[in-house]
């Protein structure tokens, strides 16, 4: 993302930061202590970010509100026990990728990207910040017993391979971790055989080659991963498109929604502000990360590939009637794809024609 794009942001960090320190309320002296799990693996670029994001807290709040960061697994084992963790109040909060929950909420797939959907992180921010996609999120949200903080920006996910793949075509037959949901349903139009694995379970899996390459997130997070370690390539979109299937993986922080009406109302409007900072915060560290790994991929002999523009022409192609069968699932999926759709066929955007959709309603 270019400075210009994010100006809007950072400009409202610059505020945040410069804003008198939080002055707790007498009724809520005590404090409340949140523990929050992260989707990010222990000793990653993204992990580190996230605790010091939240040990910072108790400060910032004058001791209202301390959370505590757990690692991907620490506390739920798996993606299902930290949704359940959640809304049951084991755990107050979560951060993960808001496209983990595609089978318990079918919206959640528009609540980040998807293959050939809007590309760039503004246009994630303008829909939730300035189209109504957020008061959106928190209504579907509100059905589960929990509330959705705000999205957090990080980056793109490319694919990690242990065999050379220059093309779609060359992709068929192979046996490729993916996120599931749309993604996986797209790429197995292309004979792509899928695999669900959580991030931590991706290196033993190349290691051992039970599966031909994977789709993680970034360059500076896979790095530490170890993925240079077990695999060869690095597959990414044209030019200037580092992922034509997942360009902008949102996070998110959703907390139980006990735990967030406990809170005084200044506490929340805090959180919400906080949250927001941090999503440019994490990004624009990840970026700079994601400049330096690349150039260890380069010294550990990593080759980088990237997919012809014909390549995007027939994704896109695939892509879009599987917009609509998402959209489908439930009202609230519809509600929030038609917001998009909107906005793609804008002449802001241009994204999407008529002719594009032949075919296709809602």
Same mark, same amino acid.
């Given at each position: ?19 008198a ?23 990653? @670029? ?9 040990? +910072? ?17 620490? =506390? ?21 990728? @808001? ?5 318990k909420?079918?919206?959640? =797939?528009?609540?980040?990207s998807?293959?050939m ?32 903080v ?28 993916? %996120? ?23 290196? %033993? ?13 970034? %360059?500076?997070?896979?790095? +530490? ?22 360009? =902008? ?46 150039g ?5 002999? @990593? ?49 999407i024609? +008529? ?8």
């Amino acid at each position: 993302m270019d400075i210009t794009s994010r100006r809007g942001l950072l400009k409202a960090g610059a505020i945040g930061a410069l804003a008198a320190p939080f002055v707790s309320n007498a009724q809520a002296a005590a404090g409340q202590t949140w523990k929050v799990q992260s989707t990010w693996d222990a000793g990653t @670029t993204g992990y580190t970010l996230f605790e010091k994001w939240c040990n +910072d807290f108790k400060e910032k709040s004058g001791g209202e509100l301390t959370i505590k960061p757990f690692p991907a697994k620490s =506390v739920a084992a798996d993606n299902n026990a930290l949704f359940e963790a959640v809304k049951s109040g084991v755990l107050q909060g979560m951060n993960p990728w @808001t496209l983990y929950w595609a089978g318990k909420i079918p919206a959640s =797939v528009f609540l980040s990207s998807y293959p050939m959907g809007p590309d760039q992180p503004a246009q994630w921010d303008t829909m939730f910040y300035g189209l109504g996609m957020l008061e959106m999120a928190r209504k579907i949200y509100a059905k589960q017993g929990m509330y959705y903080v705000g999205p957090i920006q990080h980056d793109a996910n490319i694919i990690h391979s242990k065999v050379p793949m220059e093309s779609l075509a060359d992709m068929k037959g192979k046996k490729i971790r993916l %996120p599931g949901g749309m993604v996986s349903e797209v790429f197995q139009q292309f004979g792509v055989s899928t695999v669900a694995l959580p991030g931590s379970d991706i290196f %033993p899996a190349l290691e051992k080659g039970t599966i031909d390459a994977a789709d993680f997130v970034g %360059p500076a997070v896979n790095y +530490d991963l170890g993925f240079h370690q077990v695999t060869k390539y690095i597959i990414m979109g044209p030019p200037g498109m580092m992922s034509m299937y997942q360009p =902008v993986d949102l996070m998110d922080l959703t907390v139980n929604m006990g735990a967030w009406k406990r809170l005084s109302k200044e506490m929340q409007a805090m959180v919400e502000d906080q949250v927001r900072n941090y999503s440019l915060t994490q990004y624009t560290a990840i970026q700079a990360a994601n400049v330096v790994a690349m150039g260890k991929f380069a010294a550990a002999g @990593t080759t980088v590939t990237r997919l012809q523009q014909s390549d995007v022409d027939q994704f896109r192609k695939a892509s879009i009637p599987a917009w609509y069968r998402w959209a489908k699932k439930d009202a609230d999926a519809s509600a929030v794809f038609k917001l998009q759709l909107d906005y793609m066929k804008n002449g802001v955007m241009g994204y999407i024609t +008529d002719a594009d959709l032949k075919g296709q309603s809602l």
